[in-house]
């Protein structure tokens, strides 16, 4: 294993996060090379004071004003509506036909006008409203995949909050076909 | 069947609530000392872990209890942490270069360290502020994961799964941030080890 190499491995190994084959390979290049080994020190020291940071604990009553703030919020219709398919269709189904499921009632929700309400109801600025385009004439829902209701990726699109950045909308774009 | 349902979560609200409180007062205290390496003060800790709490509970339906609540809530405060720490100019901006200065507010919640004696102490805190200060100029992913990685003590499999990533990105976002770190602690590095 060239030095190129063993740097770039050299975060993975102080985690020991390689396999047996690699980790033996480097401690025989450390031992022998007096650059990789300062790197590795470093690496190692990094890593290590980072992880003697101290725990930084909430003021005593934070707990409680959390607790407080949940009994605010109230979880909007369609959203226990979701929730609930969800639970009931995972028990029976698989991930995805659940998935298409729910895509399906939010679909009635929206051609009912189920989620006029939506904005209506949340007088907090916990709750989500559902800003969303009159003149929208494509509906694309995008399915939640069940017991992974966030996702975090460059590509994936981040839940969206309103502009008190509170609260999330329900995943369900509006994409107007006016422009193409 | 809209009837139903909504008459069926009713019931189940109440149960769900006492158990996801029962679920806060056993998590706030770990889900805090993230949000607070990942913000950089207490102020927005506060909000962020709030925050995460809020859409945990509001998804907390969903929630697979054959699976750890605790994995399931670092999915959601990977995307609540990273999503509102993007948007948000940061409540305090320090500079490497300033001499560190401590909020009052800050030295009443710290953790007293009995071990050291007052001396290393303030060495200690100096450290503390200083390895705080380079986590903050970290992109956000990074900081996560480096966090996740070296404070929680996570394998990159466990990582990879609350960031929704592959085990590459996060050998990648980790290889990288222990580089940026330490680029920034230079100076400091005599007394990092
Ligand atoms: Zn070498």
Redesign the interface.
């Known amino acids: 294993m060239n030095c190129r190499r063993v740097v ?1 491995l ?3 190994y102080v ?1 020991g ?1 390689l396999t047996g084959v690699e980790m033996l390979e480097i401690r025989r290049h450390l031992d022998n090379c007096a650059e990789c080994a300062e790197e590795h ?3 190692l ?7 003697r ?7 005593e009553d ?2 409680n004003s ?2 407080a ?2 009994d605010v ?1 109230q ?1 909007p ?1 369609y ?9 009931i269709f ?1 028990s029976k189904l698989s991930p995805v036909a659940a998935a298409l499921a729910v895509s399906g009632v939010a679909l ?2 929206m051609s ?1 006008g ?1 989620m006029d309400n939506v904005g209506q109801q949340d007088q907090s600025q ?1 709750v989500a409203s559902a800003p969303y385009d009159g003149q929208a004439i494509e509906v694309k829902y995008v399915p ?1 995949i ?8 460059s590509s ?1 699109r ?2 969206v ?1 309103n502009e008190s ?4 909308t329900p995943k369900i774009e509006l994409v107007s076909m006016a422009g193409r | 069947m809209v009837e139903l349902a909504e008459t069926v979560s009713d019931v189940a609200r109440s149960e769900d609530r006492k158990e996801f409180d029962a679920l806060v007062q056993r998590y706030h205290k770990q889900a805090y000392n993230i949000a607070y390496r990942m913000a950089g003060n207490h102020a927005d800790a506060e909000d962020l872990t709030q925050e995460a709490f809020i859409r945990a509970f509001r998804f907390f339906g969903q929630y697979r209890r054959e699976l750890p609540f605790d994995s399931w809530l670092y999915k959601i405060m990977s995307n609540v942490f990273i999503d509102r720490l993007r948007r948000k100019p940061k409540a305090m901006i320090r500079s490497l270069d300033q001499p560190v200065v401590t909020s009052e507010g800050e030295a009443q919640f710290d953790v007293p360290d009995n071990s050291a004696g007052p001396e290393e102490t303030v060495l200690s805190r100096e450290m503390d502020s200083r390895i705080q200060a380079a986590l903050d100029t970290l992109p956000e992913a990074f900081r996560l994961t480096v966090i996740y990685a070296d404070i929680e003590g996570m394998s990159y499999e466990e990582i990879a799964e609350s960031t929704s990533t592959n085990i590459g990105t996060v050998r990648s976002r980790l290889h990288r941030g222990r580089r940026l770190l330490r680029n920034k602690l230079k100076s400091y590095a005599n007394q990092l080890v």
């Open positions: 770039s050299m975060s993975a985690d996060e020190e470093s690496t020291a990094m890593k290590l004071a980072v992880s940071l101290r725990t930084i604990r909430p003021r934070f707990v959390m607790l703030t949940l919020v979880v219709r959203q226990r509506i979701i929730n609930s398919s969800v639970r995972r009635v929700l009912a189920g916990m939640q069940p017991g992974n209701p966030i996702s975090l990726s994936s981040p839940l909050v950045g509170r609260e999330l």
